[in-house]
Each structure stands twice: as structure tokens, then as C-alpha cells.
């Protein structure tokens, strides 16, 4: 039986729910577009009880990108067991299930929303992409990357970063059609490069042996194969 007495929370308490307010708020608007008076209500508490706990929006804004930075460079965690493009994939199924879930609040984080410029949200960004960075060379078996690796890898998080934001506006891509085109796009990254780079060479190869026909990266070669075959024939060139 309820006494209708609200239990008194603690301040760490108030300021998670708060943030969780926020977050769920921002999931379905853009943060400028939310108030301090909406989010109140919505935590059952006045609008000053808000500003006890976070000076203003803007701070509490901030707090809430932080919890979404967190989560959303939780989402490349992946155990390194298995083919590379299986992990891969599984890491974007979870990537775009946080882009669907939280779109205003994606787009604010990465596009910095009200708080564009400012040294605190530049550091979430930055924050997730190296998270992202790091793990793909952990997937990869690699402590020191080349120059050309690097540059495979950091271009390959801003290709799905970039992707998604473009894929929020108006969905006309089915979601699972580009979970699986970012995989490929990596391994096509990785190829590319690794005609330019030995020792990325190496670890392509290695990779590729590990891959069953029926993976991701056999799929794309199977794709690359109807492709090719139904090309014309390039005549040789003339040397001059």
C-alpha cells in the first residue's frame, strides 16, 4: 500500500535521474528545442529544484552528452573472437541501434548542437572517436598503426558517423543495407590502401584468411565478382 509520501533523493541520485530526463527529452527533439520547465515536469521537481542541482541548461546539457558519449563508445566493445567482418557488423547493428534510438541527441552530440564550439562537447566528440579508433586497432591486432592504417581506420569511424547523421534525415537507406555497406566499405578502405602499404598488406591478408565465404567480406567479393564480370573489357594502354 503507497503512503503518496515521494522518497527523498540524495543529490547524486537527482542529478542521474535529471540527466536521464534529459536524455529521454533529447531522443525525441532536438536539445535547443527542449526547456528547463519540460524537463522539471517531466522529474516531477520545480524548475529552481533543476538549478540546484545544475547551474543551467547548458550544464546540464553537457551532462547528458557525456552519459550519451559513454554509451555510445560502449557500443564498439566486441569480444576479438571470430571473423573480423562478423565483429564488425555486430558493432554496427549496435551503432545504429543507439542512432535510431537517440536521433536528436546523436546529431546534437556529433554536430555539437547548442553548445557547437564549446571545449567540453569537442571532447565527447573526440572522446568517441578515439574510443572507436582504438578499438578497431585492437580488432585488428595492431599497438603502433602505420600512417596509411591510421588513416584507413580514422577516415572509416568518420565514413559511419557521417552515414548515420545523413541516414536520420528521412531513412532512405534500409538500416540493415547500410550496416552492411560500412563493413565493406572498410575492407574496400583496407584494400585499397594496403596497394600502397606492405605491411598493411599483411595484416589485410591475415584478415581475409580468417574470413569464411559466407561473411561479410566474402560477400562483398561475391558482389565485386558479379560486378567485374559484367563490365566491358578495358583495352591494355599504350606506353608512350
Known sequence: MTTGVRRRMG???RRQQLIGVALE???SR??????IDEIAAAAGISRPLVYHYFPGKQNLY???LRRAADELAERFLEPHEGPL??????????????VEDHGPGFSA???????A?????????????????????AHLGVEVPSARLELVVRTWVSLAEATALLWLDGKRVPRSELELQLVHDFAALAAVSAAYDDELAGIVLRVLEQEPSNGPFGELLTRLGTLTAGAPAVPPQRLP
Open 25 to 27: 527529452l533529447f531522443s
Open 30 to 35: 532536438s536539445p535547443d528545442e527542449v526547456s
Open 109 to 115: 552530440l556529433m554536430r555539437g548542437g547548442p553548445a
Open 85 to 98: 567482418g562478423t565483429r564488425l557488423l555486430r558493432v554496427m547493428v549496435r551503432f545504429f541501434d543507439f
Open 11 to 13: 543529490v547524486d541520485e
Open 62 to 64: 553537457e551532462a547528458a
Open 117 to 137: 564550439g564549446s571545449s567540453t562537447t569537442n571532447a565527447m566528440i573526440d572522446g568517441v572517436r578515439q574510443a572507436a579508433y582504438e578499438q578497431i586497432l
